[in-house]
């Protein structure tokens, strides 16, 4: 069994009369510890398709499992407790809580969670020992997407979901992001899924699956996978 497992998933949003199928039988899966790169034009599909397997959106049909249990089957008050407990979120714009320092910012997410990291520790790892009492105005797109990322892994979650994370970014600063994420992954173990429309990304992970109009094209493991360092685009 994998560790995460799509089976079939639909999804159909209704907008009045209209019906939008926005996955179409999705069938892949993830293995633990992976990184994994999913990659489709824009309305392909790929943040429905991130926000059901982080429990912030119901699927129409299928099944969707992590780590051998059906989230596809929980009810809204297990789903709340899925999100708090086992799931990191990273975000474009990284949401972050501006009357917080980015200590506090990382200790209110961990607070949730039964078994949190020292939120100074993982602000520490990200980069940002020297920053932790400042406030999300005071640091830059850049350092403000790490206290994002510090957030999420503070949980200690079992699966890390970023959705376009350095889509507000300039290059360099993207590329930076996208090494801590792709270190963290190899440094802790942990379960990685990354969306992007930029296929350059694909030769970072582990796995890539490619989306279009709601259809997976393709799920292909990389055995080549390149530094982020070394990637140009
Ligand atoms: N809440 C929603 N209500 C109606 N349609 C939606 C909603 N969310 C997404 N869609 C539609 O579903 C399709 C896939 O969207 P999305 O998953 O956001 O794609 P992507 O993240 O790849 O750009 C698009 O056609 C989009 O307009
Ligand atoms: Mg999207």
Redesign the pocket.
């Known amino acids: 069994m994998a560790f995460v497992e799509f089976e079939k998933v639909s ?1 159909i ?3 009045g009369t209209v019906e ?4 179409r039988d999705a069938t892949f899966q993830v293995e633990k510890g992976e990184i994994c790169v999913i990659v ?12 059901i397997l982080g429990g912030m ?1 119901t699927l129409t049909g299928g099944t969707v499992k992590l780590d051998g249990r059906d989230i596809s089957r929980y009810d809204r008050r297990q789903l709340t407790e899925y999100r708090r407990r086992d799931v990191g979120f990273v975000f474009q714009f990284y949401n972050l809580i501006q009357n917080l320092t980015a200590l506090e910012n990382v200790e209110i997410a961990a607070q949730l969670c039964p078994h949190p990291l020292d939120a100074a520790e993982v602000l520490r790892e990200v980069g940002l020992g020297e920053r932790m009492k400042n406030f999300p105005a005071q640091l830059s797109g850049g350092e403000q997407q790490r206290v994002a990322i510090a957030r999420a892994l503070a949980k200690n979650p079992k699966l890390l979901l970023c ?2 994370p350095t889509g507000a970014l300039d290059y360099v600063t993207g590329k930076n992001i996208l090494k801590l994420l792709q270190d963290t992954c190899r440094r802790t173990g942990m379960t990685v899924v990354i ?1 992007t ?1 930029n296929s350059a990304l694909t030769a970072m992970a582990d796995r890539v699956i490619s ?1 279009k109009s ?1 259809t997976i094209q393709s799920v292909r493991k990389n055995e080549h996978v390149t530094p982020v360092e070394e990637i140009e685009w």
């Open positions: 999804k949003y209704h907008t939008i199928p926005a996955l489709g034009a824009s309305g392909a599909g790929k943040t429905t398709l991130l926000n959106d959705d376009e969306i429309h989306i709601g």
